[in-house]
């Protein structure tokens, strides 16, 4: 058995909004389109320019605010936050945003984002007096910014986030203020938007079409901006950045109507299923995609195949997410209830069945028997993302290499443990290459694809030995990995057509 790799994730979404009479009830709109980004947990802090208030629950979003609760938060500024814990850590305490009374002020604090030496400092803090209330990563930040000993809250904030590695959205929200701040890698997804007189800030530009706002632009690695009363601000923490935005942000976590760094979600996912449909043609009837995550890049096979897309499975909307089940049988019976199979579609068809990745295969592994129960012929699996063979230590719940069936298994090996009649993967450098570019000018175009290649764009602090000791484990000689920024490696097959 392999070492178990475990983190604290906090694969979340966030919002916040300066300068609006009605601050609450927009942020409440602008989480409930980043609703996909956590369904465990949901809260606000606002302010009146006076105090800070909050509340915060379990749940989701609309069952934990009713009317009433919003307007006890009533204010012309707040921060927001919907969180997708792991099994195990779905406690009130973790739920965010959360709220520090100093007797200089208070401040609301919302992270997006796992820290790679979030044990360490909390060693470190520990020691020298400080008391945690929560397992989560985020409170560190709190104790860091007190501590710091500057006069003014921001060049507290500099010296803070400098002290804290990994993956990191913050927004931070004081009496004066609304701070929104990115690690020094980007690796999770920050934009700026205008909404008449107030700016507003989201992990994803969908939150601004259901709030009204227009994109102004994106928070960039090592930025703080600072909007108040007099407008926006933007300030540097560090120039030591490296550019390394989550491709799974792009393969499956977004919503297709988001744009990151001005690549929409819905075109890139559908290009994935174009590469894929040349990498990986097969001969076949129709061309399917599982719902919803899949379904762009389903089409975007089936147009490059030259095959019709058909709606060949079905998805019960009011289930939740199977992923986060937190064991394989309670996961198995989420699929059976989640997904069915339209017999009219694939009865007695040759079945091309395109999801967006496969984690441990129980999806896929349950779709196959669905689709052949419903009378397909032959099902042929394409994935449009490479094996997933690493752990994410930024920030996507993909913690353990036990988990991942591609990191213990061959091709060949799942295809017969799914069912299928074959199975084909999207290749790095097609993934890349559909993708496009986030920041082109960067030579591996500033995309982290660590789950696939095992190059980590930053050194992993605490789980850098956790790391070693499973991959000695795991004896698989053709897995190469390492924890140094690759910029000088020779990215040239990357970006065979130049990305976009
Ligand atoms: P699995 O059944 O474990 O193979 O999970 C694969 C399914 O989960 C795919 O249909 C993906 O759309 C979805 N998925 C991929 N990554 C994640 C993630 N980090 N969190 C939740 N679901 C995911």
């Given at each position: 058995?392999?070492?178990?790799?475990?983190?604290?994730?906090?694969?979340?979404?966030?919002?916040?909004?300066?300068?609006?009479?009605?601050?609450?009830?927009?942020?409440?709109?602008?989480?409930?389109?980043l609703?996909?980004?956590?369904?465990?947990?949901?809260?606000?802090?606002?302010?009146?320019?006076e105090?800070?208030?909050?509340?915060?629950?379990?749940?989701?979003?609309?069952?934990?605010?009713?009317?009433?609760?919003?307007?006890?938060?009533?204010?012309?500024?707040?921060?927001?936050?919907?969180?997708?814990?792991?099994?195990g850590?779905?406690?009130?305490?973790?739920?965010?945003?959360?709220?520090?009374?100093?007797?200089?002020?208070?401040?609301?604090?919302?992270?997006?984002?796992?820290?790679?030496?979030?044990?360490?400092?909390?060693?470190?803090?520990?020691?020298?007096?400080?008391?945690?209330?929560?397992?989560?990563d985020?409170?560190?930040?709190?104790?860091?910014?007190?501590?710091?000993?500057?006069?003014?809250?921001?060049?507290?904030?500099?010296?803070?986030?400098?002290?804290?590695?990994?993956?990191?959205?913050?927004?931070?929200?004081t009496?004066?203020?609304?701070?929104?701040?990115?690690?020094?890698?980007?690796?999770?997804?920050?934009?700026?938007?205008?909404?008449?007189g107030?700016?507003?800030?989201?992990?994803?530009?969908?939150?601004?079409?259901?709030?009204?706002?227009?994109?102004?632009?994106?928070?960039?690695?090592?930025q703080?901006?600072?909007?108040?009363?007099?407008?926006?601000?933007?300030?540097?923490?560090?120039?030591?950045?490296?550019?390394?935005?989550?491709?799974?942000?792009?393969?499956?976590?977004?919503?297709?109507?988001?744009?990151?760094?001005?690549?929409?979600?819905?075109?890139?996912?559908?290009?994935?299923?174009?590469?894929l449909?040349?990498?990986?043609?097969?001969?076949?009837?129709?061309?399917?995609?599982?719902?919803?995550?899949?379904?762009?890049?389903?089409?975007?096979?089936?147009e490059?195949?030259?095959?019709?897309?058909?709606?060949?499975?079905?998805?019960?909307?009011?289930?939740?997410?199977?992923?986060?089940?937190?064991?394989?049988?309670?996961?198995?019976?989420?699929?059976?209830?989640?997904?069915?199979?339209?017999?009219?579609?694939?009865?007695?068809?040759k079945?091309?069945?395109?999801?967006?990745?496969?984690?441990?295969?129980?999806?896929?592994?349950?779709?196959?028997?669905?689709?052949?129960?419903?009378?397909?012929?032959?099902?042929?699996?394409?994935?449009?993302?490479?094996?997933?063979?690493?752990?994410?230590?930024?920030?996507?719940?993909?913690?353990?290499?036990?988990?991942?069936?591609?990191?213990?298994?061959?091709?060949?090996?799942?295809?017969?443990?799914?069912?299928?009649?074959?199975?084909?993967?999207?290749?790095?450098?097609?993934?890349?290459?559909?993708?496009?570019?986030?920041?082109?000018?960067?030579?591996?175009?500033?995309?982290?694809?660590?789950?696939?290649?095992?190059?980590?764009?930053?050194?992993?602090?605490?789980?850098?030995?956790?790391?070693?000791?499973?991959?000695?484990?795991?004896?698989?000689?053709?897995?190469?990995?390492?924890?140094?920024?690759?910029?000088?490696?020779?990215?040239?097959?990357?970006?065979?057509?130049?990305?976009?």
């Amino acid at each position: 058995m392999l070492n178990e790799i475990k983190s604290l994730n906090e694969e979340c979404g966030i919002f916040g909004i300066w300068n609006h009479p009605k601050a609450t009830e927009m942020t409440y709109y602008g989480l409930h389109s980043l609703q996909h980004r956590g369904q465990e947990g949901a809260g606000i802090v606002s302010t009146d320019g006076e105090t800070l208030k909050g509340y915060r629950h379990l749940g989701l979003l609309a069952d934990v605010f009713s009317t009433e609760k919003l307007a006890k938060l009533a204010g012309k500024a707040a921060i927001g936050h919907v969180r997708y814990a792991t099994s195990g850590q779905k406690d009130l305490a973790n739920v965010q945003p959360f709220l520090f009374h100093f007797q200089t002020g208070s401040f609301g604090l919302a992270h997006n984002g796992n820290l790679t030496n979030a044990k360490s400092l909390r060693h470190e803090l520990e020691d020298t007096g400080a008391i945690f209330q929560t397992t989560s990563d985020t409170e560190a930040l709190a104790h860091l910014i007190k501590r710091a000993g500057k006069d003014q809250f921001l060049d507290n904030l500099k010296v803070a986030l400098n002290q804290v590695h990994g993956g990191f959205a913050y927004l931070l929200l004081t009496e004066d203020s609304l701070y929104a701040a990115l690690d020094p890698n980007g690796f999770r997804p920050l934009a700026i938007g205008q909404l008449n007189g107030a700016y507003v800030v989201a992990s994803e530009t969908c939150a601004f079409d259901t709030v009204g706002a227009t994109f102004v632009q994106d928070v960039e690695p090592g930025q703080i901006v600072q909007i108040n009363d007099q407008g926006l601000h933007i300030h540097t923490y560090t120039e030591d950045i490296r550019p390394s935005i989550c491709s799974m942000e792009y393969i499956y976590f977004a919503r297709p109507d988001s744009n990151i760094k001005g690549i929409n979600i819905h075109a890139a996912r559908k290009r994935c299923g174009k590469t894929l449909a040349k990498e990986a043609y097969v001969e076949a009837d129709v061309v399917t995609g599982v719902p919803d995550s899949s379904i762009s890049a389903a089409i975007g096979y089936a147009e490059a195949a030259g095959l019709p897309y058909e709606l060949g499975l079905i998805k019960n909307r009011y289930v939740a997410r199977t992923f986060i089940q937190p064991s394989q049988e309670l996961r198995e019976q989420g699929v059976r209830m989640k997904l069915s199979a339209v017999r009219g579609v694939v009865a007695g068809k040759k079945v091309v069945v395109i999801d967006d990745s496969i984690v441990r295969g129980t999806t896929m592994r349950r779709i196959v028997g669905l689709l052949k129960e419903a009378g397909a012929k032959e099902v042929h699996v394409r994935v449009a993302s490479p094996p997933l063979k690493f752990p994410c230590y930024y920030g996507i719940d993909i913690r353990s290499r036990d988990e991942l069936i591609a990191a213990n298994y061959s091709i060949e090996e799942i295809r017969q443990l799914i069912g299928a009649d074959s199975l084909e993967f999207l290749s790095v450098s097609g993934l890349a290459e559909s993708i496009g570019q986030p920041y082109p000018d960067y030579p591996d175009g500033g995309l982290c694809l660590s789950y696939f290649t095992g190059d980590y764009p930053t050194p992993l602090y605490d789980y850098e030995e956790e790391f070693l000791e499973a991959m000695k484990e795991s004896n698989d000689p053709s897995l190469t990995y390492s924890f140094e920024p690759n910029l000088l490696k020779d990215t040239s097959q990357l970006f065979i057509n130049g990305g976009k």
